[in-house]
């Protein structure tokens, strides 16, 4: 396995503000992504981050609204703009591909509450 | 579209009983099936993972099955203990050209009573 960390742990936004969530993994990984959750649901996929190039965003999510950079292969930053208390809800990265083993692992996340 | 449900949402039971959690996806083409368990606030730990050639996959008291045709997974816990109690998620992973995909359950939210 990998030890994933996320930063923030947890923030209390404004609306109209942006955060920045980093996560760092401590091997390099082929593949990350970017989680939602929100109160009470399952996670949904916002994007994969790629590697050098622009993320690969699901249907219902926006480079302009969540853009992510992922400059090399053990850190990405998820960064939640323009935001609304609607965007409140628990964002986590994972990763997979380490070493040829295809099970996803996920960082602890980052709870966010948009006032 | 692949649709991923679980059943029950929600289940209480006594220490010590034996459960199965259910997993039912609607589309059999999948690269294979993950399950996860979530503690309140918390991320997801990976328990068993089980490839689509694979019929059934065990971690100590946990025994997950896949029966790819039929769209459906059931993890079984051995003896359930009240620290199992935690939200189970199940996810299938698709591929296409390359890229792969995880949708996720909506999760059973298990509570075992000492």
Redesign the interface.
């Known amino acids: ?1 990998a030890v ?1 960390s996320q930063k923030p742990s947890r923030d209390i936004c404004q609306r109209g503000t942006s955060l920045t969530i980093q996560c760092q993994v401590d091997s390099q990984v082929t ?1 990350m ?1 970017w989680y939602r959750q929100q109160p009470g649901q ?4 916002i994007a ?1 981050a790629n590697q050098g190039s622009e993320a ?1 965003y699901e249907s219902g999510f926006v480079i302009d609204k969540f853009p992510i950079s992922r400059p090399n292969l053990t850190f990405s930053t998820l960064t939640v703009s323009n935001m609304s208390p609607e965007d409140s809800s ?1 964002y ?1 990265c ?1 990763l ?1 591909g380490l070493a040829g083993d ?8 980052t ?1 966010l509450l948009v006032l | 579209k692949q649709e991923v449900t679980q059943i029950p949402a929600a289940l209480s039971v006594p220490e010590g009983e034996n459960l199965v959690l259910n997993c039912s996806f609607t589309d059999s083409a999948i ?2 099936l ?1 399950w ?1 368990r979530q503690d309140p ?6 328990l068993l ?1 089980i ?1 689509s050639s694979q019929r059934e996959q065990t971690s100590g008291r946990l025994n997950a099955s896949l029966d790819k045709s039929s769209g459906r997974s059931t993890l079984y816990i051995a003896a359930s203990q009240p620290g199992d109690s935690a939200t189970y ?1 199940c ?1 299938v ?1 698709t591929t296409t050209s390359g ?9 059973t939210r298990l509570k075992v009573l000492a």
């Open positions: 396995s994933i593949m992504f399952s996670l949904t996929l994969t690969t628990i986590l994972s997979a295809e099970t996803q692992y996920f960082g602890p996340g709870r | 690269y294979n993950q996860f606030g918390k991320g997801l730990t990976s993972l490839q998620l996810a992973t890229t792969y995909k995880y949708i996720f359950g909506t999760g």
